[in-house]
C-alpha cells in the first residue's frame, strides 16, 4: 500500500511541475521566483502546485501587484525562494552521504553547509545582487543574517522528518529508491512549513524580499513593481517600484525603522535554538 501511495505521489508531482513549468511563463513574476515555484513544485508536488495558484498566479490581468501585496504571499515568496535554494544543496548533500555511507551526523553537516552555501552565495546574493547595486559582495552581507535564520528553521524541522521517515519508509537509505525521494519531499515540506513564520518576521522587517512583479514596459525594457512591505530587495536594471516604498522614517522604506542589532541578534539566536531542538528530536528518534 505505502508503495502504491509513493507512486501516486509522483505521479502527482511530475503533473504538477508541468503545470507549474508551462503556466508561470505567463505570470509577471521575477525569473528567480519563477525557477523557485518550479523547483519547490518538485520537491513538494502537488502542495507547490497548489501555493503557486493560491499565491503568485495573476488571478487576472493587470492584478498581479494587488494579488500578492498581501503579507502571507510576500512570505510565500520569500519562504519559496529559500527552500528552492536551499533545498538543491541539502538534496546534493543527502544524496552523496548515502552513496557513500557516510554517518548520519556526519551527513546532516554536510547537507547543512551545502544547503546554506547554494542558497545563500547563488540564490539570494547572486541572483538578487541587484538590491546590493549590482555588488556580489554586498548582496552576500546583505542576505546573510536573513538567510542563515531561515536556513536553520528549514533544517531543524527537515531533519526531524528524515531520520523518522528513512526509518519508516522501507528502503529509503538508498538514493536510487523512490522512498528516498519520497522522505525527502516529505521533509522539504516540512521545511518549508518550519520556515514560513521565521520568513514572515524578516519579510515584516525589510530583512528579506518578498513576491515581486515583472511586467514589459517596451521591447528593450522591464518595468518591475513590488509590494510596500517587500524588502526592496530587486534585480539590476528594474526600471520603476510602482507604488513601492516611499522613503520614510530616515529613509528606510515603508515607514518602518531598522532593526535593532538586539533584535537581530535574538532571531539568530532563536534559530539555533529551533535547531538544536531538531537535531535533539532527531538523535532521540533515530534511537528510539
Known amino acids: 500500500m505505502l508503495s502504491g501511495a509513493i507512486s501516486m505521489w509522483f505521479a502527482l508531482t511530475a503533473l504538477s511541475v508541468v503545470f507549474v513549468a508551462v503556466d508561470i511563463r505567463k505570470t509577471p513574476e521575477s525569473p528567480v521566483l519563477k525557477w523557485g515555484f518550479v523547483l519547490l513544485t518538485a520537491y513538494t508536488g502537488p502542495v507547490g502546485a497548489f501555493l503557486y495558484v493560491l499565491g503568485c498566479r495573476e488571478p487576472l490581468p493587470g492584478l498581479h501587484e494587488q494579488y500578492t501585496s498581501a503579507h502571507w504571499r510576500q512570505t510565500l515568496g520569500s519562504t519559496m525562494h529559500c527552500v528552492a535554494g536551499d533545498g538543491l544543496g541539502i538534496l546534493a548533500g543527502a544524496v552523496i552521504g548515502g552513496v557513500v555511507h557516510m554517518t548520519k551526523p556526519a551527513e546532516i553537516v554536510l547537507e547543512y553547509v551545502l544547503g546554506f552555501g547554494f542558497g545563500w552565495t547563488i540564490f539570494q546574493a547572486l541572483f538578487m545582487k541587484g538590491s546590493a547595486g549590482g555588488s556580489f559582495r554586498g548582496a552576500l552581507a546583505k542576505t546573510f543574517v536573513p538567510e ?141
Open 148 to 288: 542563515l535564520v531561515s536556513m536553520n528553521y528549514l533544517m531543524a524541522a527537515m531533519v526531524v522528518v528524515m531520520t523518522i521517515g528513512m526509518k519508516l519508509v522501507p528502503d529509503s537509505g538508498s538514493p536510487v529508491s523512490m522512498g528516498f525521494w519520497f522522505v525527502m519531499s516529505m521533509a522539504l515540506l516540512a521545511g518549508f512549513i518550519a520556515a514560513f513564520p521565521a520568513n514572515a518576521w524578516l519579510v515584516s522587517r525589510h530583512l528579506k524580499h518578498g513576491m515581486m512583479t515583472v511586467r514589459p514596459a517596451s521591447s528593450a525594457t522591464r518595468r518591475m513593481v513590488m509590494p510596500a512591505h517587500d524588502s526592496g530587495a530587486n534585480e539590476a536594471g528594474a526600471a520603476t517600484h510602482g507604488g513601492a516604498h516611499k522613503a520614510r522614517a530616515g529613509g528606510h522604506p515603508g515607514g518602518v525603522a531598522p532593526v535593532s542589532r538586539p533584535a537581530i541578534a535574538g532571531a539568530i539566536a532563536a534559530s539555533f535554538v529551533a535547531l538544536a531542538a531538531g537535531l535533539f528530536v532527531a538523535f532521540i528518534a533515530g534511537e528510539g
